[in-house]
């Protein structure tokens, strides 16, 4: 009898341990736990810790609520301005109602892929090149806007970041670009120098009215020229001249030949020889 009642014991024990071995279930911090009983979804979902549930009637699937990455392959798009490239993007996601990611899709990763890449080559259909490659910041927000309308509220699915990671353009493209900025710089370089330009004949109109006030201005500059270039050990040295000196001598000349013409008309004196008609005698300078 004994014997016997320490047999039922032992099996009661095997069947109590087995049952919790079947209802026992462990419930990660990161996770939420869904119990299906008899394939109807209970509404309580599971926090995370030990959690019970009934043997055979019921099963829990178990849902990460971790932000997931997925990586969204190249795609071929063309642009608003008939531009072929390859863009290739990253979509960040993570899910906020556990019971219809379940329920409501088969496969939310794959489903998540699929929608990032038509989202994409829609979005950049859209898009200008000259957009895509200065404000990528507009092209991720609306591409997450985009992503995240058919996932939010059916699958329950939260869209946090969309990031285009890269684009590729073809070479006849990039070599167009890149003339296009090498003119570019050479305009404003251009630009530059003129402004330079300008300013500098500013400076000099300035400074040369400030002098025009001060009759040995230019004397002193005169002669902090020649020291600037007698500074240098050079075997010639250049000394500038006065444009109005030239100008007086030229006048002079200019007066010489004025009376000697006259003087071969008859209409001034006349030297002891008779000279012949129509030349003209050139008086020496003045010194």
Do not use: C
Request: no cysteine; charged share 25%.
């Amino acid at each position: 009898m004994t014997a016997a009642v320490i047999t039922i014991v032992v099996v009661l024990a095997v069947i109590v341990l087995i049952a919790l071995a079947l209802s026992v279930r462990m419930v990660q911090q990161y996770e939420r736990g869904i119990v299906f009983r008899f394939g109807r979804v209970l509404e309580a979902v599971r926090a995370p810790g030990l959690r019970l549930i009934v043997p055979v009637a019921d099963r829990m699937a178990k849902v990460s609520m971790q932000t997931t990455v997925v990586g969204v392959p190249p795609q071929g798009a063309i642009t608003r301005d008939n531009v072929t490239l390859t863009v290739d993007a990253v979509v960040y996601y993570r899910v906020v109602d556990p019971v219809k990611v379940l329920v409501n899709v088969l496969d939310y990763h794959a489903a998540v892929l699929q929608v990032a890449q038509t989202s994409m080559r829609s979005v950049i259909g859209r898009t200008d090149l000259d957009t895509l490659l200065s404000d990528r910041e507009r092209v991720n927000t609306e591409l997450k806007n985009v992503i995240d309308a058919p996932t939010e509220q059916p699958w329950g699915l939260l869209v946090e970041r969309v990031e285009v990671k890269d684009v590729a353009l073809p070479d006849a493209m990039k070599r167009s670009m890149s003339r296009q900025a090498e003119a570019e710089r050479e305009r404003r370089a251009r630009v530059i120098a003129a402004d330079a330009e300008y300013q500098a004949s500013r400076r000099l109109a300035d400074a040369s009215k400030t002098m025009s006030q001060t009759p040995g201005a230019f004397q002193l500059r005169l002669l902090q020229t020649v020291v600037e270039v007698a500074a240098e050990k050079n075997s010639t040295l250049v000394m500038p001249f006065p444009v109005e000196l030239l100008r007086f001598f030229d006048q002079i000349i200019q007066g010489g030949a004025t009376i000697a013409t006259a003087a071969g008309d008859g209409r001034g004196p006349r030297s002891g020889k008779d000279e012949p008609a129509g030349k003209v005698t050139q008086a020496p300078p003045a010194r």
